[in-house]
């Protein structure tokens, strides 16, 4: 079965730093492309971040500077290193298997079952 | 970036009827729309890729159409499991955008 488990959410501070952790069973993660996406208390899925298979990395205008995603191929593992949190970065935090299909388009179809930050004040 | 703009935000319906939401992009996005529905504490689920093809496991009640800039998502006959918030995603370009959600109410 395919799988994904989020770790290392927590309460952190304003300007602090988590480490989120994504590790894949299943599947090899680094032959998929790997996001993370977030949603926040009454809010709507935000897409966040992308590491693809050749380890191209994408991010959402809100993360860009302060977030890095990354891989370790040995731990079949993807990694959200989140800094300068903001208060706004309060989030459950999603990563997803992200698959071009057979209609030569790109879906989500496997995702984790979230890991919680929450920034204080 | 690609704005998806949902409607409605909010439905009340009953169990047993029909149900369409709609998704507009800011830009033609071919058939590179996905619907997912998410339920509170659990993951989100993939419905529909490439705007009309029904992921493996997903009851037939659920179907989607459009191409372009305009899409839909209709539930043919409503189940009491189907009472959750719906999204559409865009794949076309990176960032990857959803809209903002519809939320299916029991009436």
């Known amino acids: 079965e395919m799988q994904l488990v989020e770790s290392g959410g927590g309460l952190v501070q304003r300007g602090g730093s988590l480490r989120l952790s994504c590790v894949a069973s299943g599947f090899i993660a680094s032959t998929n492309y790997i996001t993370w996406v977030r949603q926040a208390p009454g809010k709507g899925l935000e897409w966040v971040s992308v590491i693809h298979s050749g380890g191209t990395t994408y991010y959402a205008d809100a993360v860009r500077g302060r977030f890095t995603i990354s891989r370790d191929n040995s731990k079949n593992t993807v990694y959200l290193q989140m800094n300068s949190l903001r208060a706004e970065d309060t989030a459950v935090y999603y990563c997803?298997?992200?698959?071009?299909?057979?209609?030569?388009?790109?879906?989500?179809?496997?995702w984790g079952k979230g890991t919680t930050v929450t920034v204080s004040s | 970036d690609i704005q998806m703009t949902q409607s409605p935000s909010s439905l009340s319906a009953s169990v047993g009827d029909r149900v369409t939401v709609t998704c507009r992009a800011s830009q033609s996005i071919n058939i590179y729309l996905n619907w997912y529905q998410h339920k509170p504490g659990e993951a989100p689920k993939l419905l529909i890729y490439?705007?009309?093809s029904l992921q493996s496991g997903v009851p037939s009640r659920f179907s989607g159409s459009g191409s372009g800039t305009d899409f839909t998502l209709t539930i043919s006959s409503l189940q009491p499991e189907d009472f959750a918030t719906y999204y559409c995603?865009?794949?076309?370009?990176?960032?990857?955008?959803f809209g903002q959600g519809t939320k299916l109410e029991i009436k």
């Open positions: 490439g705007a009309s």
């Open positions: 995603q865009q794949t076309y370009s990176t960032p990857r955008t």
């Open positions: 997803a298997r992200e698959l071009l299909g057979p209609t030569v388009t790109y879906y989500t179809d496997v």
